[in-house]
């Protein structure tokens, strides 16, 4: 059983801050609280190495299943609002989701993405997730969906074929939950050649981690080095959700932006071999 004891120690102290409130509003797009940061890390520095990229690949076809979940009629009117926006049927098939998949969500949030990757995997696949809205679940609307405690996730070693977490690897950062023990548990749930799918707000080029409390955006670099120093492999990349007039100097709370900022989408791998 995987069971992410440092992590849970850490977010559980910060139960009853504001804090916690960001990294749950972040997941899903909502407000923050006032005066909901905690102090950031400091900046490195030096400018981290630059990301290795190969050519933005193509997306491939879009899969019935994929295209079926996202025509669902029974996705929520506000799920269905942002869609031209976050493209969730090019992104899930970048990501390779399956129908038969087991998935785990880090961090649901108001569920967007816990209800595609439900419906794509569908009744022979499974979705765990931790911090899931519990309206999106509730009364066996998603049968193949469990939500998780921080604690215990209830993973089994080489259990999980896709990882997937989105917009919140900069409040990880922000917290201050300790990444490398979190990234050996996430690690160690995945199947080898299992994927680790991380979607973020994009910062400025040099800023680190500078704006994870602020702006809540992080450098997709920082993001690369730590994954990377974890044991998994950067495998592609694409811009798909890239937005040049972006200049990724306002908070993507900001009405100017919200909705529409540049994020960086990068897609790991448990070494096969693993």
Known sequence: MIVATDLSRQWLQRSASAALCL???SACGGEPTANSTVPVEPAPTAEPAAIQRTAVPAIAAV????????ANPARPAADVAPD???????????????PG????????????YTELLSRVVGDSGHVTAT??????????RLPNVTAADDGDWGLAPNSVDLIFTALNYHDVINLKVER????????AALKPGGIFAVIDHS??????????GTLHRVEESIVVTE???????????????????????????????????DCFMLKFRKPPTS
Do not use: H
């Open 23 to 25: 990294l749950l509003t």
């Open 84 to 98: 031209a926006d976050r493209k969730p049927a090019q992104t899930l098939t970048f990501y390779g989701v399956e």
């Open 227 to 261: 994954v990377e120093a974890a044991g998994f492999e950067l495998v592609e990349t694409t811009d798909l959700l890239r937005n040049p007039a972006d200049a990724r100097t306002l908070a993507v709370f900001d009405p100017a932006i919200r909705g529409k900022t």
């Open 101 to 112: 998949d087991e998935v785990f969500e880090f961090v649901a949030g108001g569920g967007y």
């Open 203 to 212: 910062a400025e080029s040099g800023s680190g981690v500078r704006d994870v």
């Open 180 to 187: 490398a023990p979190l990234l050996e548990n996430m690690l």
């Open 63 to 70: 899969s019935s299943a994929i295209e079926a979940a996202v």
């Open 131 to 140: 911090r899931v809205a519990p309206e999106r679940i509730a009364d066996g």
